[in-house]
C-alpha cells in the first residue's frame, strides 16, 4: 500500500497578529512544522502551538528560517555557515524545550522559506543545517524539498531523511520550486490541479515543471500551507482523494 505523510507549517502568529487557523488545520495533517520565532512565530505562540499539537496526536517539527520577520523568512540573508548552523541550533533547541515542557516529542526538522529554498540548491548551507539537526538529535527527521542538496546532506548525516513535495506549488525542470517572484506561475491556486498533481508525484513519481517536462521526483511527506486561507478546505479535499485513491496517511515517523 502507498503511504504518504500530510504536513503543515503552524505556529506563526506572533504577538497581536493572527496568521492561519492552527487548531483546525491540524486536523487535517499528520506532521506539523512549528515556526521558533525567527522568522515567524514567538515563545507564547510556541508553548501553545506545541501543546495542541501534542492533544492532536500529530508529527511535531521545528521548522527553522533566517531571522526576518518583517520578510516572513521568505528574503534570502547573505550570512556565514557558522550563523546558519548557529541559528538552526537555537531554534531546534527552543521548541525541542516547550516539547519537553509538555511531554511530547520533537521529531522532526523542515527548515522554512529562504532557508529551505537555499539548502536545495547550495551543499555547503545543506551541510550546516544537517549538521546541526545531527547535533541538537541525530534522531530527527530531516524534511527537505525532493532529491535537494538538503535531502543528499542529511543522507551523508545518517540521518532519516523525508523527501518533500508541494501541493500548491509549481516546478522548474530542475526540480526547484518555481520562485514566488514569479507570481501566479508560482502557485496553483485550483484545489482540483493541486489534487491531480499529488496524485501523480505519490503514484507516478513525478511532476510537470511550468516548462512542460516531465520531472521525476519522490514523495515521501506532502507540504499544505498553513497561511493560505484555502488550506483546511483543501487539506480535507485532499486527504479524502488519497483515501480513494487507495494511500494511507500516517507521519512519516511512523514509517
Known amino acids: 500500500m502507498l503511504t ?14 493572527q496568521i492561519g487557523n492552527d487548531h483546525e488545520l491540524i486536523k ?3 506532521s506539523v512544522n512549528i515556526a521558533c520565532g525567527y522568522h515567524a512565530g514567538d515563545h507564547n505562540t510556541m508553548a501553545q502551538t506545541v501543546k495542541i499539537s501534542a492533544h492532536q496526536g500529530v508529527q511535531i517539527g521545528a521548522h527553522p528560517g533566517y531571522q526576518d520577520v518583517a520578510g ?6 547573505q550570512t556565514s555557515l557558522d550563523d546558519i548552523y548557529h541559528m538552526v541550533v537555537y531554534q531546534i533547541s527552543a521548541l525541542k524545550g516547550f516539547c519537553s515542557l509538555h511531554q511530547t516529542a520533537l521529531k522532526h526538522v523542515k527548515p522554512h522559506g529562504a532557508l529551505y529554498n537555499e539548502a536545495a540548491i547550495n551543499p555547503e548551507v545543506a551541510s550546516a543545517i544537517a549538521q546541526a539537526v545531527a547535533d541538537c538529535d541525530a534522531s530527527l527527521i530531516l524534511y527537505g524539498l525532493s532529491g535537494s542538496e538538503l535531502v543528499k546532506a542529511g543522507q551523508e548525516k545518517q540521518l532519516k531523511v523525508a523527501n518533500e513535495v508541494f501541493a500548491d506549488r509549481t516546478y522548474l525542470s530542475d526540480g526547484t520550486l518555481t520562485p514566488r517572484h514569479l507570481g ?3 502557485m496553483i491556486t485550483n484545489s482540483k490541479l493541486a489534487v491531480a498533481q499529488v496524485l501523480t508525484m505519490i503514484k507516478e513519481q ?3 515543471s511550468i516548462e512542460g517536462k516531465w520531472v521525476p521526483i519522490k514523495a515521501d511527506t506532502v507540504c499544505i500551507h498553513g497561511d493560505n486561507e484555502d488550506a483546511i478546505r483543501f487539506g480535507k479535499e485532499l486527504r479524502r482523494a488519497l483515501a480513494v485513491e487507495g494511500v494511507q496517511v500516517v507521519p512519516y515517523s511512523l514509517r
Do not use: P, Q
Request: charged fraction near 30%.
Open 4 to 17: 504518504v505523510d500530510l504536513n503543515s507549517d503552524i505556529g506563526e502568529s506572533f504577538g497581536v497578529y
Open 28 to 30: 487535517a495533517v499528520t
Open 72 to 77: 516572513f523568512g521568505r528574503r534570502f540573508i
Open 184 to 186: 501566479e506561475k508560482a
Open 206 to 208: 513525478k511532476v510537470k
